[in-house]
């Protein structure tokens, strides 16, 4: 084969990469920046539980942003992790460390089990066998004697952190929880910007050709619906430890449900999205808590705003204005 | 033509026939395709050609027949695994990944091959190692100057030229095309006959292919196929004079 490269009318397109690494950089520092010093600010307990659910919501952005699975059943792993993590650290006496690996693998093999099932299927019928199995994982929590039924596992104790750390301090809880989300965090990125995130997404791009190209694309599919299940264990173990509470309201469809408001108000597949649409979503549930009206209009509210004005998301939009383009950023599709 | 004198069947079907509902698209296909030579498949709109493909290709499952590739039934054998044993198929509608770049496109090819498919905790960096072989691929079919543009650019026919090359980067022992030079620019279906005549010197190359004159040009063998069913069969010269064929073509044939 002994062609010359021909002349093509196609040019190279632009693309500021170096500019857009250091924006991101400068942005990352900032948010560092800003976690480290919000205690100063605000209410521990609050910030922990944004943290968590960002992650929670991250995690499930990575199955819905990078592999275009809608999952409907992600309280499973969620609330999951969260009874098994306050069992292992309150019945058996384990040290939180190993009582969030109890969480995390457990959530792992109900996303074997759970994706095992749905992951054959597409679109609609994948969401409601993720629905249904989750709906069974709540009925065997309603009645199963280990979580306690209506009355959760209660008062959970944090313990010490590598054994002389005290996690009761709400402070050194913070910055605990704060790590466990930078890891996962650093976690996901890795996973998407891997070998094996490439193969994800060229799945997602066209899924028959990459069948022809001897990809089993269930098991990509089933790879990243496992590790997309750990990572929502993590952020549920952690939730566990912050509340010192285990409830059934964390294995309910309706904490499916928020997860997905989450991700979409902050931006389906972006890294950084779901933070911010975690941290809207629990903000609005905290401050209207105290007031009369009710939290579930207002959410309902956002999510059709959201759907109807900026389908992309806080941070997708962002990417896509004339700004985020002028900074480097890019919206895939 | 040239050609081995006694070249081996590496691809072949038996009986093969689709059932949809009522409608039978395919029925009785035999074929038979030999190692070092171009066949192709050719035949009027709806004669079954792409349902042969996905047949062949295990995309879709056969209604009755047996299929063998290499000396292995693969009758059975989901698509995925039929693609790793070297059964490698494009598709009629340009089947490349459009926000991917060319070299990306090519990569994730090769990724598979060479074991670094499944790595999740492995930074991006790590398919740097497959950039030479990728590139040369890319030089192959002549996209040397599109290398980092996102294949959703490409004008239609070099879509298809990089669908070839990412084809060949699984190095198929038996490669289905299926009407690569549909929708392309003069100048390409010259780079792309050239591209196919140079890979079936060491593979089979089964095409379905409507530019007769391009047929007339490298391919050995053609089988023609109506409603389903194989007309005639033999080299270009042959078929070309068969009555039937030139009726079931009447007023199209260009060659």
């Known amino acids: ?333 | 033509m040239p050609g081995e004198s006694n070249p081996r069947v590496v691809l072949s079907a038996r009986g093969l026939r689709r059932d949809f509902g009522a409608f039978t698209a395919v029925k009785n296909v035999d074929l038979d395709v030999h190692h070092a030579r171009v066949h192709a498949l050719i035949g009027p709109n709806g004669a079954g050609k792409t349902t042969v493909f996905n047949l062949l290709t295990k995309f879709l499952q056969p209604t009755h027949g047996t299929i063998t590739l290499l000396g292995t039934d693969i009758t059975r054998t989901p698509p995925d695994k039929v693609a790793r044993m070297g059964l490698v198929r494009s598709f009629q509608i340009s089947a490349v990944f459009p926000h991917l770049t060319v070299l990306d496109n090519v990569r994730v090819a090769l990724q598979r091959p060479n074991n670094l498919a499944v790595q999740f905790w492995r930074p991006m960096s790590a398919l740097d190692r497959l950039n030479d072989r990728a590139d040369e691929l890319i030089a192959a079919v002549g996209l040397t100057r599109e290398r980092n543009a996102l294949a959703a650019d490409l004008s239609y026919g070099r879509k298809r030229v990089l669908e070839i090359a990412t084809t060949l980067a699984l190095d198929p022992k038996v490669l289905l095309l299926d009407e690569p030079m549909a929708g392309m620019g003069q100048e390409d279906v010259g780079v792309v006959s050239d591209i196919i005549r140079t890979v079936a010197l060491d593979r089979a190359v089964l095409m379905v292919e409507h530019n007769l004159s391009v047929v007339a040009n490298i391919c050995h063998h053609v089988t023609v196929l109506q409603r389903g069913e194989i007309l005639a069969e033999g080299d270009y010269a042959e078929v070309s004079q068969d009555p039937r064929v030139r009726t079931a073509y009447m007023g199209t044939e260009e060659a």
């Open chain 1, 1 to 333: 084969m002994t062609h010359a490269a021909q002349p093509s009318p196609v040019a190279e397109p632009v693309r500021n990469t170096k500019n857009a690494a250091t924006v991101q950089i400068a942005f990352l520092l900032a948010g560092t920046l800003l976690l480290v010093l919000a205690p100063l600010f605000f209410y521990p307990i609050f910030l922990m539980k944004i943290l968590c659910f960002a992650l929670f919501a991250c995690a499930f952005n990575l199955l819905l942003g990078y592999t275009g699975l809608l999952s409907f059943g992600h309280a499973t792993f969620f609330g999951g992790a969260a009874y098994f993590t306050a069992h292992a650290v309150k019945e058996w006496g384990l040290p939180v460390e190993l009582g969030i690996l109890v969480g995390v693998a457990g959530a792992a093999a109900l996303g074997l089990i759970m994706g095992f099932f749905a992951i054959r299927r597409q679109g609609i019928y994948f969401a409601m066998i993720t629905l249904a199995l989750s709906q069974m994982f709540f009925f065997f929590c309603l009645q199963a004697g280990f979580t306690h039924g209506e009355d959760g596992i209660q008062s959970v104790p944090r313990g010490d952190l590598l054994g002389f750390i005290d996690l009761n301090s709400s402070t050194n809880m913070y910055y605990f929880v704060l790590a466990v989300f930078v890891i996962g965090m650093v976690v996901i990125w890795r996973f998407i910007n891997s070998p094996f995130g490439m193969i994800l997404k060229s799945i997602r791009e066209n899924e028959q050709r990459a069948i022809s190209l001897g990809y089993s694309v269930a098991r990509y599919k089933l790879g990243a619906f496992v590790m997309s299940a750990a990572l929502a264990g993590l952020a549920g173990a952690m939730k566990a430890l912050v509340f010192q509470f285990a409830t059934l309201t964390d294995v309910a469809w309706q904490m499916s449900g928020e997860v997905i408001l989450m991700t979409l108000l902050g931006g389906i597949g972006t890294l950084i999205g779901p933070i911010f649409g975690a941290g809207l979503v629990v903000t609005l549930q905290n401050y209207l808590a105290t007031s009369d009206f009710p939290v579930t209009i207002i959410t309902g509210v956002v999510f059709m705003v959201c759907v109807l004005v900026f389908r992309r998301g806080i941070i997708g939009e962002f990417y896509a204005s004339r700004l985020g383009r002028r900074l480097g950023f890019q919206h895939r599709r």
